[in-house]
C-alpha cells in the first residue's frame, strides 16, 4: 500500500497531484478529508470533485481542531489523504446516529470474514461516542477501531463529519479494510500526570457529570482551578483532564460542554462509583521518551501512518508535539487530526480517550525497513514551565504516599485498605472474581509496649510488617489496620488459598528475630467474600474470625 497526503489548495492543484501521483489509476481507495475549515458546503463539494475524479473512491471526513500531513501540524486547512491498496478491499457509508440508525446495517453494508480496521469519524459535540464505540466493537471484537471525533478548532459550537453526498452534526463515517494480508499496529502515547486527591463519582448520566464527592461539579473546577476557569469552560479546562485508571492505563476525559444546568458533557463516559483525579502534562515526560518511542514503534512494519490526536494535546504542548510526530514520520508518512476524543482498541484496551495520541500503523508488506529517526527543529521549551510540571509532579508522588500510607510501617493505611476494598468487591460484582481477607492481630501486643517500651513495641510493627509484604504474592494487598493489627487482600482467594497463606506467615513470622522480645506470636481471622457483601459485612466477618481466634488461644487462626 501507499498514502498520498497534501494540502488543499485549489481543485486544479488537487487534480495535477492525483495525475502525478497514478492515484486515478488505483481501484481500493481510501480517502480520508481533514478539514479546519468548517464550512458545510466547501466540504461536499470538495468530496463531490473528489469522486468525480476518483469514481471508485471511498470518502470519509471530518472536521478538525488541527491538521496532520507529513508530521506537520496545521490549523484552518483541508488535508487529504488518498491511500492505494493492492490486496485490500476498502468499504465505506455515512450513518445519522437517530433513531434509524441500526448495527445491522454496518454489518450489511461493511462488515466481512477479513474485516481488520474499522476507521470511525463521528460528530464531537452530539452524539454519544463512547456508545457508539461500544456498539461497533461488537460487530467485529478481533478487529481494530481506530478514529475519532470531530472538532471545530475548540469552538465547541459545530462539529460535523460528511462522504461525497451527506453531512450530519449527530453522524458517523465508517470505513472498513477487509484483507487477510494486511498488518495492523496502533498504540498511543499519553504522560499525563494524575494530581491532587482522588474523587468519586456521586453522580452522572453516561458523559454528563453532575458531581463528585456529593459536590455539583463547577464547584469543584471553581476550588480546584479557579473562579476564571469556571467563566471559561470548556476551553480552560481541556488542558487539565479528569483522569480514571482502568486496567492498568489512564484514561483522561475533558469537559466539551458546559449544560445550562451547570452539569459538564465530557468526551467519555463515567460511571457512579469511578474514581477521578485532575492531571497535567509531564512536559518533561513527553520530551525526554522520544527516543524510546521510536525504538519501539519502529519494531513493526508500517507503509502508512494515520495520526489522531487530541485537540486539548495540541494546545498545551504547542511545538513540542513535533517532536512526538516526528517519530511517526521517521516510520512512514503520516495524515491524521485533531479530535474531541480518539477511537482506541486493541485486544486489552477499547476506550474513547481524550488528551491522547494515538495511531493506526498498516503495512501489506511483513518487511521492516530500516529508519532513522528524523532530526528537527529545538524547540524552545518554557524553563518555568517544565520546573513548574516536575515539581507538582514530584510534591504529587510524596502527598500521594503520605495519604495512602502509615508513617510508621510504610504499609498502605486504613483508608486506602478501604478505597481497594471497594474496588475489588465492584470488580467481583461484575467479573466473578475471587477474593479473600485476613485480619492478623499481635498477640499480647500491650505486654511488649509495657515492658519493653514503645520504642521496641515500634520495632515489632515494623519487623512484623516487612514479613507480611514479603511472604504474601506481589499483587496482595497489605494494610495496617490500626495499633497491632494488620489487613491483607488475598487475590483470587479461596478457603484453602487463605489457610494456606496463614500457616505460612506463621511459620515465617517464627523465623523473624524480634529481639530483645524473645517470641512474638499473631491470630488471623479470615474470610472470603461471597455475593451481596459489602465493606462493612466482609469486615464484620473476618473481624468476628479474629475475635474467635484470639479467645481460643491465640497464635492460631479461625475462618468466618
Not at 56 to 75: F, M, P, Q, R, W
Not at 97 to 108: C, E, H, Q
Not at 124 to 153: F, H, M, P, W
Request: proline share 1%; charged share 25%.
Amino acid at each position: 500500500m501507499q498514502s498520498f497526503n497534501t494540502q488543499f489548495k485549489d481543485k486544479k492543484s488537487l487534480k495535477d497531484f492525483i495525475s502525478s501521483n497514478s492515484i486515478n489509476k488505483s481501484k481500493n481507495i481510501l480517502v480520508q478529508i481533514f478539514s479546519g475549515v468548517i464550512d458545510e458546503k466547501k466540504s461536499l463539494d470538495l468530496s463531490s470533485t473528489i469522486k468525480e475524479l476518483l469514481p471508485d473512491a471511498n470518502i470519509i471526513g471530518t472536521t478538525t481542531s488541527g491538521e496532520i500531513c507529513l508530521g506537520k501540524v496545521y490549523a484552518n486547512t483541508v488535508t487529504i489523504s488518498f491511500s492505494i491498496f493492492e490486496s485490500t478491499i476498502v468499504k465505506s457509508n455515512f450513518y445519522n446516529l437517530d433513531d434509524n440508525f441500526k448495527l445491522s446495517d454496518v454489518v450489511n453494508d461493511l462488515i466481512t470474514d477479513d474485516t481488520k480496521v474499522l476507521i470511525i469519524f463521528s460528530d464531537g459535540l452530539k452524539s454519544n461516542a463512547e456508545k457508539l464505540l461500544k456498539d461497533i466493537y461488537t460487530l467485529k471484537q478481533e478487529a481494530v477501531i481506530a478514529g475519532g471525533r470531530a472538532g471545530d478548532n475548540n469552538n465547541f459550537k459545530k462539529t460535523y463529519v460528511f462522504d461525497e453526498k451527506n453531512y450530519s452534526e449527530n453522524g458517523c463515517v465508517i470505513a472498513t479494510l477487509n484483507s487477510k494480508e494486511l498488518i495492523v499496529n496502533n498504540d498511543y502515547i499519553l504522560n499525563w500526570t494524575p494530581i491532587g486527591k482522588d474523587m468519586t463519582v456521586t453522580k452522572v448520566d453516561n458523559n454528563i457529570l453532575y458531581e463528585l464527592d456529593g459536590i455539583p461539579i463547577l464547584d469543584i473546577y471553581r476550588k480546584y482551578l479557579g473562579n476564571d476557569a469556571v467563566k471559561n469552560l470548556p476551553e480552560s479546562a481541556m488542558e487539565f483532564p479528569l483522569i480514571i485508571k482502568k486496567d492498568d492505563i489512564y484514561i483522561a476525559r475533558d469537559p466539551i460542554v458546559k449544560m445550562e444546568d451547570d452539569s459538564l458533557m465530557f468526551a467519555g463516559n463515567f460511571e457512579e462509583g469511578d474514581s477521578v483525579r485532575f492531571s497535567f502534562g509531564n512536559i518533561e515526560e513527553i520530551s525526554g521518551d522520544v527516543g524510546n518511542y521510536f525504538n519501539e514503534f519502529s519494531k513493526f512494519p508500517a507503509e502508512s501512518i494515520f495520526v489522531y490526536s487530541c485537540s486539548a494535546r495540541k494546545a498545551l504542548m504547542g511545538g513540542k508535539l513535533d517532536d512526538e510526530l516526528n517519530i511517526l514520520e521517521s516510520l512512514a508518512h503520516t495524515s491524521g487530526f485533531f479530535t474531541y476524543g480518539e477511537y482506541f482498541h486493541t485486544s486489552n484496551i477499547i476506550e474513547l480517550l481524550n488528551v491522547t495520541t494515538t495511531f493506526l500503523a498498516l503495512s501489506e508488506s511483513s518487511t521492516v525497513k530500516k529508519r532513522v529517526l528524523k532530526k528537527t527543529k529545538v524547540q524552545s521549551v518554557d524553563v518555568v514551565k517544565k520546573a513548574l510540571t516536575h515539581l507538582v509532579k514530584v510534591t504529587t508522588q510524596e502527598l500521594e504516599h503520605i495519604s495512602t500510607h502509615d508513617t510508621l510501617t510504610a504499609l498502605y493505611n486504613r483508608s486506602e485498605y478501604i478505597k481497594r476494598v471497594c474496588l475489588k468487591i465492584k470488580g467481583a460484582q461484575r467479573y466473578k472474581e475471587k477474593f479473600g481477607l485476613m485480619l492478623i492481630d499481635i498477640d499480647h501486643f500491650k505486654l511488649i509496649n509495657d515492658n519493653y517500651g514503645h520504642a521496641v513495641g515500634d520495632e515489632i510493627l515494623k519487623k512484623l510488617a516487612d514479613a507480611l509484604v514479603s511472604n504474601v504474592r506481589e499483587d496482595d494487598l497489605v494494610a495496617r489496620w490500626g495499633g497491632e493489627e494488620f489487613v491483607i487482600i488475598v487475590n483470587y482467594a479461596t478457603v484453602n488459598i487463605l489457610e494456606k497463606l496463614a500457616k505460612k506467615l506463621q511459620k515465617k513470622i517464627a523465623e523473624v528475630d524480634f529481639s530483645p522480645v524473645n517470641r512474638v506470636t499473631v491470630s488471623f481471622g479470615l474470610s472470603v467474600y461471597v455475593d451481596g457483601d459489602t465493606e462493612e459485612t466482609l469486615f464484620k466477618r473476618v473481624d468476628n474470625a479474629l475475635y474467635a481466634a484470639k479467645n481460643s488461644g491465640r497464635n492460631c487462626y479461625v475462618v468466618g
